[in-house]
């Protein structure tokens, strides 16, 4: 089990490789990345900042909860940091298990809780030079500042 | 006591720096935190009742507080 | 969307990359691998045998139904035929999506109906020379057969 | 007509080969079929009422043959 803020790409294969395991016959990788539209608007790229000493505390939790639920230990997650272009990586979470059904539920659990509840902000880039803090929850825009 | 306050993204941007350092009166609980900060910013874009972490761990509002905590005002998180 | 019956090693990246688009922001990817353990008993090694061109088409009517009834036709599955041994993939499902709940439910029904439906069968070898064809389903034994 | 069935994994073991080439008379149906297997493979490990695919897709027992058809009889699958 591993959970990290990490502030250069993600390697999606080697976090795959790191649950491999011969007892485990699924694994299930969860990968998100920058797109193109979000809500109608054209983006052009996304920087993402965190608290970072609770972000990691945070995805650390998370990822012993769904240990813990579902019985594996074989769960890695990390989400980048810094400026992302799009269809960069953001986020990544491996998850092997003798049995698919549960290797399914823990990486849904992470990504879920990690949504809810890592303090990691996100700030869109537009074509026209805009950038806005989103929140991912609402959708809403929680704030607005010239870039 | 002396507590050093975080604020991130949008309410970083709000006050105009990303940290402040509160002296506190003992006994101060985070409500009393939020007060200061909503005083700091005045109308800009804080709700009233953020988000808000002691210590890396998220906390509620009548949380006491001791010296040399670090209080973080959460903003929507958007991680993922 | 693609579906295929392969004979060679699957290469997952490569699967996760053929449904990368710009607009979509969530990636799954499932892998099924042979394991070392089936309820108790050692395996060294499978082999999977197929009625290849009906297969084909299960596969392919699967994922019409997963890019329809999850609306996206970034969706790519392939199954492996033949020798594989302890860790090999042996089939890969890689859809990407706008979003991530979609993306989930769409490589799970991908999987769950590749299991009950496609014509494909499995022959465990375990270290004293013997294999045993297995069904997934009931996990019985439905035919043995010295090697 | 002249039907060709297919065996596969443990059905084909027990006839001791993956395929037999069947005279059915005009309007036989799959039911036919799954009995001169049955007869073959007598006792041999295909039950009753396994899966059966005429032409690449599943079918009932009922349906009807047509000359040059391609039956498979399906053990239990296990793909995946």
């Known amino acids: 089990m591993r959970a990290a803020m990490v502030d250069r790409p993600i390697d999606s294969a080697a976090l795959l490789k790191e649950v491999a395991d011969h007892r485990n016959g699924a694994s299930v990788l969860f990968i998100g990345t920058v797109r193109e539209l979000n809500d109608g608007e054209p983006v052009k790229g996304l920087d993402y900042s965190a608290y970072g000493a609770m972000a990691q505390k945070e995805l650390g939790d998370i990822a012993a909860e769904a240990a813990e639920k579902f019985d594996t230990s074989d769960i890695v997650v990390e989400h980048r940091v810094g400026e992302l272009g799009l269809g960069d990586v953001s986020v990544a979470i491996a998850v092997a298990h003798p049995h698919r059904g549960q290797a399914f539920d823990a990486a849904r659990y992470v990504i879920e809780e990690l949504k809810k509840r890592a303090p990691i902000w996100k700030r869109e880039h537009y074509g026209d030079g805009r950038a806005e803090w989103v929140s991912a929850a609402s959708k809403d825009l929680v704030g607005v500042r010239a870039k | 006591m002396t507590v ?77």
Chains 1, 3 share one sequence.
Not at chain 2, 32 to 42: G, S, T
Not at chain 2, 45 to 58: E, G, I, M, S, T
């Open chain 2, 4 to 80: 050093r306050v975080l604020l991130f993204a949008s309410y970083a941007d709000a006050l105009g720096r990303p940290d402040v350092t509160m002296e506190l009166p003992a006994g101060a609980r985070v409500r009393d935190v939020l007060d200061r900060v909503k005083a700091l910013v005045a109308g800009k874009r804080v709700p009233d009742k953020p988000l808000v972490a002691v210590n890396q761990r998220y906390a509620r509002e009548d949380q006491a507080l001791g010296p040399s905590d670090e209080v973080a005002i959460i903003p929507p998180v958007a991680g993922g």
